[in-house]
């Protein structure tokens, strides 16, 4: 099941933690080791997006106001 959207976010970084504290040493099946790659990747990816933001500005775009 998908994360609810009230707390998608929470859930995820939870997730993610969880995911580096155990980061592959050579042990991941195929299908995991390409769903590291592709989660490297995307992690890639939003960090160039939002390289620029600092902390604040990172939450004043996350809150409605």
Known sequence: M????YCRFQNTLSDL???FDNLPNG???R???NAFVDL????????????DY???ELKDLAIEN
């Open 17 to 19: 933690k969880d995911c």
């Open 54 to 56: 600092d902390e604040d």
């Open 31 to 33: 299908d995991e080791a």
């Open 2 to 5: 998908g994360n609810m959207s």
């Open 40 to 51: 490297v990747l995307l992690a890639k990816e939003i960090t160039a997006q939002y390289e």
């Open 27 to 29: 042990d991941l099946s």
